[in-house]
């Protein structure tokens, strides 16, 4: 796609990297049981789905602390969806290796989320 017609949060690595976790999370809850893609299933897509969201609505911001906090609601939604595919896991719809298999990617999420709001709060406090 030609650079000067992309949004800006699609040039963000954070963006790059929760779009393919969000890929992979709804790829791996195909697994559940048919009753639980409607419950839990629909309820991992939602928290999934806010983290490229929030981190796609706060590049949109004029505000610093507005950007901000749509980085810290993207976070939130980056640890509930790891939470509630821990869940999964307990009610075997998942296996520890699934689980094992994303963390890293997880992990690299919420290290560049960090590493966005710390850059964000450098500007707020400049």
Do not use: W
């Not at 810290?72 to 980056?78: D, K, T, V």
């Not at 075997?92 to 709001?117: C, M, Q």
């Amino acid at each position: 796609m030609d650079q000067e017609r992309q949004f800006a949060f699609e040039r963000l690595d954070v963006y790059k990297h929760a779009r393919i976790l969000v890929r992979d999370i709804y790829r791996l809850q195909n697994k559940f049981p048919a009753e639980e893609r409607f419950a839990l299933g629909s309820q991992i897509r939602r928290s999934a789905i806010s983290i490229t969201s929030n981190i796609a609505e706060g590049t949109g911001r004029n505000s610093i602390k507005e950007k901000i906090h749509f980085v810290e609601i993207a976070f939130g939604s980056l640890t509930e969806a790891f939470c509630q595919l821990q869940t999964a896991q307990d009610l075997d719809y998942v296996t520890e290796d699934d689980i094992r298999e994303l963390r890293p990617k997880f992990n690299r999420v919420a290290a560049l989320l960090s590493l966005l709001k710390r850059s964000l709060d450098s500007r707020l406090n400049d």
